[in-house]
């Protein structure tokens, strides 16, 4: 399967905790993305990296969250001092510059803080 | 700002008969337009777009979209549903502020199609 990839699914954690998220995206989309589902609403953006450089944040990105794209291939999502207002599915997507935009996304992690 | 709205919260329809989703969008510019589907704690599958050219869109799944600029929807269809389709639907809008063509997403609408 060549499609975006996320581990883990799932993730079980304690407030106060750090976490990290980690996304394989499509081989050869440059575009990376991640957004944050909450149950009944739709996905809201969080960060965008053009192959390694992180060009734009959300304000919903707390500076207790991070992500990283090192060498513009995987990225990593990490949750210092998780909260409980933190549990979510955490969803990663990949796209081409080029083209129509449309973005293919992974199955998500979903975070449970405790 | 740009966004979409999807009004119903859910869609009830009997397997066979034809289906409607509905999204209304609000952009400055030409839209771009997706729709997206969810299936139980499952990612995103993506099931067509609108950039520009015909008005009825195809996608995957036997769906299709028809994009009506001065009503300002892209409402989804499908002329025969299955029980199969039930799952949860997003209308999204690319966001043309920046360079990031970050996707902004409705709220969702819950189909569920009864056999």
């Known amino acids: 399967d060549t499609g975006v990839s996320q581990n883990p699914r799932h993730k079980i954690t304690k407030r106060g905790q750090n976490v990290t998220f980690r996304c394989d995206p499509i081989?050869?989309?440059?575009?990376l993305y991640w957004y944050r589902q909450t149950l009944g609403q739709g996905p809201e953006f969080l960060t965008y990296?053009?192959?390694?450089?992180?060009?734009?944040k959300s304000r919903l990105l707390s500076d207790r969250f991070s992500a990283e794209r090192p060498k513009g291939s995987f990225s990593t999502l990490e949750i210092q001092r998780t909260e409980q207002g933190d549990s979510a599915m955490y969803l990663c997507?990949?796209?081409?510059?080029?083209?129509?935009?449309?973005?293919?996304f992974g199955q998500g992690t979903r975070l449970t803080v405790v | 700002a740009q966004s979409v709205a999807q009004p119903e919260d859910q869609v009830n329809v009997a397997e066979g008969n034809p289906l409607t989703v509905k999204c209304t969008y609000s952009?400055?510019?030409?839209?771009?337009l997706f729709w997206y589907v969810q299936y139980p704690n499952r990612g995103l599958q993506f099931l067509l777009k609108?950039?520009?050219?015909?008005?009825l869109v195809k996608g995957s799944y036997g769906f299709e979209a028809e994009f009506n600029k001065s009503q300002t929807s892209f409402h989804l269809k499908k002329p025969s549903a299955l029980v199969s389709d039930s799952a949860l639907y997003f209308c999204?809008?690319?966001?043309?502020?920046?360079?990031?063509?970050?996707?902004?997403f409705g709220s969702g609408t819950r189909l569920l199609v009864r056999p």
């Open positions: 952009v400055s510019g030409n839209p771009y």
């Open positions: 999204a809008v690319r966001d043309e502020a920046g360079s990031s063509y970050k996707l902004i």
């Open positions: 081989s050869e989309h440059n575009r």
């Open positions: 990296f053009q192959n390694e450089a992180q060009l734009e």
């Open positions: 609108y950039i520009t050219g015909d008005n």
């Open positions: 997507a990949s796209s081409l510059v080029r083209g129509g935009g449309e973005a293919f």
